[in-house]
């Protein structure tokens, strides 16, 4: 592959001659549960009607010829400033995407890209959603090459010789950073969890039932011939809990390993590059100047190991692209508390981070924030009493932990405002810090629920582009008198500072 991006030209040219092959299986993936649903209705129903045993061949040929006529149709070339694509069959579309205008750009390799040698390409502009092209699929020297000729002209990045532009790496993360970060996320949970409550809801429920009970039944008898005390019982049950768990983690280790192996965070003039996977590799970039807001986070598994996570929120970040799992997000997946701050300070120089001084907010009626848990467990705990005597008050036991929780997070929760930028922290089991620029702010709101009228506070929520993250950017627990003075002194500053974005 030639170091040089690919120079502008007037010839119009092809996706490769394989494009249509992993068009063809995206569209059975969609169509795949229909299609085997199809298939086995039509050898149940093939005595009575032939024509069910030639649905799915119909079905596979009309996507055969989409997915050819997709390629046949779809042209792009390279401008000087801008990437045309012309596309469709009976409606033709064409497209022309300002180089200046496209906030991100995504290549992502499967397996079976990697197998090909290609590669899939997106551009993302501000409007986030659906991507503003994707180019499916690009040899992979040529979807590189795509992407740093936007690079140069998106941002002007090019030295004058006009050999790109020299790459830092600003953080790496190796196999015991890895290990670490899977058995902080536990992400095994969350799959299992969820495969889980899809099993329960695909499954008849009466099927579902009958399977636990006479499993159930089972185990409970296998256990009483074997006539065990109550000590090795509660032994073997521990046992088998630990067991459980040492699975679950060794699974979020590999999830981590598969997601995030050879992940590496690099900056060439202004541009910020996160490559990581292990099968599926991806390979995301979008400009400094976009990112809206910042995140810091740090949860008790967090402070055990010594990390931190560095998450921000650019203003293409939403849609599909997030839910995928592809949009730029995480700048440090896990790196220590130094190196969060540090890569902070290098991207954000004309800031102070961290801050020198945190405002604290109202303490009054901190109890609000346990209020939901209060109803919760009282309703829980009289419908067991009815159902099972006193045993049932056991649930309200968790009501000192929330009481304790909802005092450390109110009396934590502080903001800081300065020149550049409006910073906000919060939770205390779960620490998280927020921070955004005073030229990246669009809009302000100030709120009062009824509890704040009774106890004389406010909330301040701030708005930015695109930034749309957890938690909100908002001044929780103000007195009203400040939150109206911060509102007024940053409508100001809104008023006379240009938009950046």
Not at 156 to 185: C, F, K, Q, V, Y
Request: proline share 4%.
């Amino acid at each position: 592959m030639s170091s040089n991006p690919p120079a502008s030209t007037d010839t119009e040219q092809r996706l490769h001659p394989w494009s249509w092959l992993f068009v063809l299986q995206q569209q059975i993936q969609q169509l795949l549960l229909p299609l085997v649903a199809l298939l086995f209705f039509g050898s149940r129903r093939q005595e009575e009607n032939a024509f069910y045993q030639w649905v799915p061949l119909i079905v596979m040929t009309a996507l055969v010829a989409t997915a050819l006529l997709q390629f046949f149709t779809y042209r792009y070339r390279i401008g000087t400033d801008r990437l045309v694509i012309r596309s469709g069959i009976f409606e033709r579309t064409r497209r022309e995407i300002p180089f200046a205008r496209i906030h991100n750009v995504v290549v992502h390799q499967s397996l079976l890209h990697r197998l090909f040698g290609v590669a899939e390409l997106r551009l993302e502009s501000a409007a986030g959603g659906k991507p503003e092209a994707q180019m499916r699929v690009l040899k992979l020297g040529q979807a590189l090459e795509l992407e740093q000729l936007i690079r140069q002209r998106g941002e002007t990045s090019a030295t004058e010789d006009g050999s790109p532009p020299p790459t830092d790496e600003l953080l790496a993360l190796r196999l015991p950073d890895l290990i670490r970060l899977g058995l902080i996320s536990n992400r095994a949970m969350v799959v299992v969890a969820a495969a889980i409550g899809a099993l329960y809801q695909m499954l008849p429920r009466d099927l579902t039932e009958n399977f636990i009970e006479h499993q159930s039944k089972q185990a409970f008898g296998y256990a009483s011939q074997l006539q065990l005390g109550t000590t090795t019982l509660i032994a073997g049950g521990v046992a088998l809990l630990v067991t459980v768990l040492l699975l679950m983690w060794l699974m979020s280790i590999g999830l981590a390993v598969m997601q995030y192996y050879g992940f590496r965070l690099s900056e060439a003039d202004q541009r910020l590059t996160v490559e990581r996977g292990l099968l599926t590799r991806l390979r995301s970039s979008v400009a400094r100047r976009r990112i809206q807001a910042w995140t810091l986070r740090e949860g008790a598994l967090h402070r055990l190991f010594g990390r931190r996570q560095l998450r921000v929120d650019i203003a293409s970040g939403g849609g599909d692209e997030e839910k995928q799992g592809r949009a730029l997000k995480e700048l440090a997946p896990l790196a220590t508390s130094n190196a969060c701050d540090s890569l902070l300070q290098h991207l954000l120089p004309q800031l102070q981070w961290p801050p020198s001084q945190w405002h604290a907010v109202s303490t009054r009626g901190w109890w609000r924030l346990c209020l939901p848990a209060l109803i919760l467990m009282s309703v829980l705990a009289a419908v067991l009493t009815y159902e099972a005597g006193p045993w049932g008050l056991l649930p309200l036991l968790w009501l000192p932990w929330s009481a304790l929780k909802a005092h450390r997070q109110v009396t934590r929760t502080a903001y800081s405002i300065d020149a550049q930028r409006v910073a906000v922290r919060g939770g205390w089991w779960n620490r998280w810090w927020r921070m955004a620029e005073l030229d990246k702010l669009q809009a302000l709101r100030l709120d009062r629920s009824p509890l704040d009228r009774h106890f004389g506070t406010a909330t301040l929520t701030l708005d930015t582009a695109g930034a749309a993250g957890a938690p909100a950017l908002q001044l929780r627990f103000l007195e009203e008198q400040r939150a109206r003075e911060l509102m007024t002194q940053l409508g100001r500053e809104m008023a006379r500072r240009k938009l950046r974005w």
